[in-house]
């Protein structure tokens, strides 16, 4: 298996040592796309967010430190990735603002009507019935919460050589932004917004419980 291959399955997955410095990593390399996509919400101090896809736990802080009197949750379905997730966020753990749990996406650890605010950055091309997924992620969102799907990838004839291929490495799915639409819309979504950054084949899928 070639570095390249081994780097993208560990993004579906994080096992073991690589697993866990892939965790730490993403921290990084998902930065900007989450700062970018955040930008196109509202977030209040008094909120309740969930991160799926927690991966190294970078965003489940950032989002702590907006909702300072809500509280962030924050799942992997990677052992790993709960391990880093819950290192990175430590001390806001031991104050009670954040929680870090082992779940997937198909069947949420979460009472109906729980979040303002359920977020994914990076992981939705993995997951296992999109439009389902969506359903239950609806399902914990308050009336007047919102989903937001962020992407670095999208489908797009300008960029569809380098995203083929890394899909055919990676064994993951990718979409365009008129299928994130109507996958938003078949999930129940009242209210659909889609920003692109087309520069950098960026993606927000934006869908409001209303």
């Known amino acids: 298996m070639g570095i390249m291959e081994k780097m993208l399955k560990q993004a579906a997955m994080p096992t073991g ?6 965790a730490r990593l993403m921290n990084i390399g998902h930065s900007s796309v989450t700062r970018w996509g955040l930008g196109h919400i509202s977030i209040s101090k008094s909120d309740m967010v969930l991160d799926i896809g927690c991966g190294g736990g970078r965003t489940v802080n950032t989002l702590a430190k907006i909702a300072t009197e ?9 052992q790993v990735s709960v391990a880093v997730s819950t290192r990175k966020n430590k001390k806001l753990i031991e ?8 779940a997937s996406v198909d069947s949420l650890p979460f009472s109906d009507d ?14 296992p019935d999109l439009i389902n997924n969506l359903k239950e992620i609806r399902r914990v ?3 007047g919460g919102s989903a937001i799907l962020v992407n670095a990838m999208y489908r797009d004839e300008r960029f569809e050589k380098r995203n083929s291929r890394l899909a055919r490495i990676g064994d993951f799915t990718y979409h365009s932004a008129e299928e994130f639409r109507g996958f938003l819309r078949d999930a129940g979504y009242s209210s659909v917004r889609i920003e692109v950054l087309e520069s950098k084949n960026w993606i927000a899928a934006i869908g409001t419980n209303t």
Do not use: N, P
Not at 17 to 22: E, T
Not at 72 to 78: F, H, K, M
């Open 141 to 143: 969102l308050k009336t």
């Open 70 to 78: 809500g509280k962030v949750y924050g799942i992997d379905y990677s």
């Open 95 to 102: 104050k009670g603002q954040v929680k870090v749990l082992h």
């Open 17 to 22: 040592r690589f697993g866990a410095f892939w």
């Open 114 to 127: 729980m979040f303002d605010l359920v977020i994914a950055v990076e992981s939705c091309y993995f997951w």
